[in-house]
């Protein structure tokens, strides 16, 4: 069968054999039809013949003159065609060689001789016969085909020289063609154009107009040439760069074999591998590890993903698996320890002993219990949670989740941002080494939520011991085991933590400490370390003397260092601790000391005379005046004031409640940045006022021809809560029935429209303050008795305590005796008005 074989140039060779032709050189031809190409005149090829008729037509032209029509097929996958799928012009072609292929299939080698027109068929089997006439064009060279014949030549030129498929010698061959018809003949043959195309040149004769048709043809294939051309060289370049790359990183790899050095890339892949075997991964995250470190040695160490898997796997190998630290089991030593560190606080202390024991007995099956500091600040929460982990033996780690909003903080971001790296939590892992930390989660209570996540809940899986054996970092995208971990989370107020996580947690509080406490925490921890912190070292014990006033006057000249000894008097930190700081804590307390030390630091630095001993003078000098006083005692009873105790995060102290009457239209008017809960005390407390009017001594009439203000001084400070309720109720009717306040007196407690008092929260800060502050009976709800149980013993011999259930009991606990007098309002434009007289 003949088939798409390349086409051998030649030129005519041989002897045209004898043909006997009738007119017009008419003659009947054996056919053979040609699948996939088509056979020009001069030029030689060989067939393959496959097909039934090609064969007989072969062995009939063998056993005649060797010459056979061939004529293109028009369909190139028609199998045995017929007359109807031939194309009406061929070429009688001389069959040269005849080989039998050890298949025992036939090819042949023919040669093209001229053009044939088909007439007509004559016979279709055993082969296919047709009747044809030759077709000749003109041959003469005009200068126009001459021409034509140039630009032809130069165009196949072009294409030569860029196909990467034709032979350099084709053009030579037609170049040594002068015959124009032949000359596009030969180029045509040579293109690799389709069937149809050869075609259309192989049925133009006229010379001139096939020279034109190819040269079309050619600019053509030119212009596709250049198109590939352009392509692969682009596409070389880019081969060729990577190639040399290659090649070079090749090279260096073979010069450094040489040099017995090894390939640093290849160590450092070979060194990770090494190190993921060996970090003690759980078997999962090693199997990621290995993963990805096989997609990093696959990878060219320049591409910008081979940094970020370099990253990934640096965290994985850098968090603790399996490292942690051994549990110090010595009870006695760990006591020491915290006493060591902190001054009372005996409660915690217990609660930590009672934990190493119990973990003594129980063994690893003991979950670490959530332990969560509510308290104000500076009241030892973070150094506590330091001292704990020294107790154990343990490391410590400390997070502030104050103003986190974003989930990711927490947990971090996935690997497809850029730039993403794991949550705090893993951070602080990976820090602190190992797996058993003592892990503070600072400021629970100042955890934000927004459109970002909800980090509270990113939070619960951490503190849950259920869940935290696989927390869920999104940028590890592995498991993560925090369940050996001791978390302990502070906060100033216990409310604002959302309740799911309240739950986990054991919640200790610590309320602030006494004035006796802080002097205590002051002398036995404060002033060492600061004079430790600033080099001035102490030699003896301070706090033994307690003269107050006393005058600094043993001004020493010695300016070195090493023989400084600076001591605080008694007296001094108490006015330290009195005028000088407001707060439960002892922060500003131990910065106020650090403040003086640095002071006393410089002088011996200067060489200046320094003060040996810090009394109350040398405060003002060096701290400049009291800054900072807590509430004090009323001095006089008074009309319209009462003393409530308030509550914050600094804790407690005296509150003024102040209310005055005034001749309106019955409003009421609240000052002094009350919030919402403080309001409806107000209305309350006015209620009940109006409701037991008669009772109470008030006239009911004047409610509506009276606007009462109440004002709550220090207006910049926001307050609220429901605690106020009584005292307001006392400032009220206290105005309203000109009976006054007794001046020492201090009250807290909730208030009903019926004139129950409900109990309240933070009893004993409160009453640390109303101590402070100088009052001398404090009046409290029934039900918040037992509360007084955890007030210092000092303190509580120098209050009385008076515990009420209804506000008839506040009354006769906080109000003066009746007025003798008629009681006196004031007009609005300051002028007296006619007194109203009290009903019986
Ligand atoms: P918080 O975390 O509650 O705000 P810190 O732990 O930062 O408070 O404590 C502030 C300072 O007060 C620390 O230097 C701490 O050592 C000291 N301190 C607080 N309470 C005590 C105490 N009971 N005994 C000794 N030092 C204390």
Redesign the pocket.
């Known amino acids: 069968m003949p088939d798409d074989l390349p086409i051998l140039f030649d030129f005519p060779s041989g002897p045209e054999a004898a043909v006997i032709e009738g007119q017009h050189g008419e003659r009947e031809l054996p056919v053979v039809p040609l699948i996939n190409t088509v056979l020009f005149p001069h030029m030689l090829t060989p067939l393959f013949v496959g097909r039934e008729r090609s064969v007989a037509a072969v062995e009939a032209a063998m056993e005649h003159d060797r010459t056979i029509l061939v004529i293109a097929q028009r369909e190139q996958d028609a199998d045995d065609v017929g007359p109807n799928e031939l194309f009406g012009v061929g070429v009688e072609a001389h069959i040269q060689r005849v080989l039998k292929m050890p298949d025992g299939s036939t090819s042949i080698v023919v040669q093209g001789r001229r053009r044939m027109r088909v007439i007509d068929f004559v016979q279709e089997r055993p082969m296919l016969r047709a009747r044809v006439v030759p077709i000749y064009g003109e041959e003469d060279k005009s200068i126009a085909i001459e021409a034509m014949m140039r630009a032809v030549l130069s165009l196949f030129e072009r294409v030569v020289k860029l196909s990467r498929t034709l032979p350099d010698d084709s053009y030579i061959m037609a170049m040594n063609v002068d015959e124009p018809g032949w000359l596009a003949d030969l180029v045509a043959s040579t293109l690799p154009l389709d069937v149809s195309r050869r075609q259309e040149i192989l049925e133009t004769i006229d010379p001139e107009e096939r020279l034109r048709r190819l040269s079309i043809m050619l600019t053509q294939e030119l212009d596709v040439l250049e198109l590939e051309s352009r392509i692969h060289t682009q596409v070389q370049k880019e081969v060729d760069k990577s190639q040399r790359e290659f090649f070079l990183r090749e090279k260096m790899k073979a010069i450094q074999r040489e040099l017995g050095q090894e390939d640093p890339l290849q160590r450092d892949l070979l060194e990770l591998r090494e190190k993921i075997l060996i970090s003690g991964m759980p078997e999962k995250v090693q199997i990621k590890a290995t993963e990805e470190l096989e997609r990093m040695e696959a990878m060219s160490p320049a591409s910008p993903e081979y940094s970020v898997i370099r990253t990934y796997i640096d965290w994985l190998l850098d968090l603790p698996w399996t490292n942690q630290t051994e549990d110090t089991n010595d009870l006695i030593e760990a006591a020491h320890t915290l006493d060591r560190?902190?001054?009372?606080?005996p409660k915690i202390k217990d609660r930590i002993l009672e934990f190493m024991a119990v973990r003594q007995l129980a063994g690893a099956r003991l979950k670490s219990p959530i332990l969560c500091f509510v308290?104000p600040?500076?009241?030892?929460?973070?150094?506590?949670g330091r001292s704990i982990a020294e107790a154990l033996g343990r490391h410590f780690a400390r997070i502030s989740l104050g103003g986190i909003h974003d989930e990711a903080e927490i947990r971090g971001h996935r690997r497809t941002y850029i730039g993403a790296l794991p949550g705090r939590i893993i951070k602080t892992m990976k820090d602190t080494g190992t797996i058993n930390p003592v892990f503070m989660l600072d400021e629970i209570d100042k955890l934000g939520s927004d459109f970002r996540g909800d980090p509270a809940s990113a939070l619960l899986e951490v503190l849950d011991p259920e869940q935290n054996n696989a927390f869920a970092d999104h940028y590890l995208d592995v498991h993560y085991d925090l369940s050996k971990v001791m978390f302990i989370t502070?906060a100033n107020l216990l409310d604002p933590i959302p309740p799911a996580l309240r739950d986990r947690m054991e919640v200790i509080h610590?309320p602030g400490y006494t004035e006796e406490e802080k002097l205590q925490?002051a002398q036995q921890?404060?002033v060492p370390?600061q004079l430790e912190a600033n080099g001035l070292t102490r030699t003896e014990e301070i706090g033994l003397r307690t003269e107050l006033g006393e005058l600094d006057l043993d001004l020493s000249p010695q300016p070195l260092a090493h023989s400084v000894e600076l001591q605080f008097s008694e007296a001094a930190l108490r006015q330290l601790i009195r005028s000088y700081t407001y707060e439960a804590?002892?922060?500003n307390l131990?910065r106020e000391i650090g403040a003086i030390c640095r002071k006393v630091a410089r002088r011996v630095a200067e060489g200046r005379p320094f003060p040996r001993i810090v009394r109350p003078a040398l405060l003002t000098k060096y701290l400049g005046p009291a800054h900072r006083s807590h509430g004090v005692a009323e001095l006089h009873d008074e009309i319209g004031v009462a003393t409530g105790l308030s509550w914050t995060a600094n804790g407690g102290d005296t509150m003024a409640i102040e209310v005055s009457v005034m001749e309106g239209k019955g409003a009421l008017m609240l000052t002094g940045q009350l919030g919402e809960v403080m309001r409806e005390s107000a209305q309350a407390a006015l209620s009940f006022a109006r409701a037991n009017a008669r009772r109470l001594g008030i006239n009911e009439r004047r409610f509506d021809k009276t606007d009462i203000h109440i004002h709550v001084p220090e207006g910049a400070v926001p307050k609220d809560g429901p605690s106020a309720g009584i005292t307001l109720a006392i400032a009220l009717i206290s105005a309203l029935s000109s009976q006054a306040v007794k001046h020492d007196v201090a009250m807290t407690g909730e208030i009903t429209l019926r004139g129950r008092v409900l109990p309240v929260g933070g009893i004993k800060e409160k009453i640390l303050g109303a101590h402070r502050a100088g009052i001398r009976t404090v009046i409290l709800p029934r039900d918040n008795e037992r509360d007084i149980a955890e007030v210092p013993g000092h303190v509580k011999r120098k209050l009385a305590f008076v515990y009420v259930d209804h506000m008839d009991d506040v009354i006769a606990g906080a109000l003066c005796a009746p007025p003798a007098s008629e009681p006196v309002l004031l007009k609005r434009n300051g002028k007296r008005e006619k007194p109203i007289k009290i009903e019986e």
């Open positions: 560190n902190h001054y009372g606080l308290g600040p500076g009241v030892g929460k973070t150094s506590l502070t610590l925490i921890f404060l370390k804590g002892v922060r131990e």
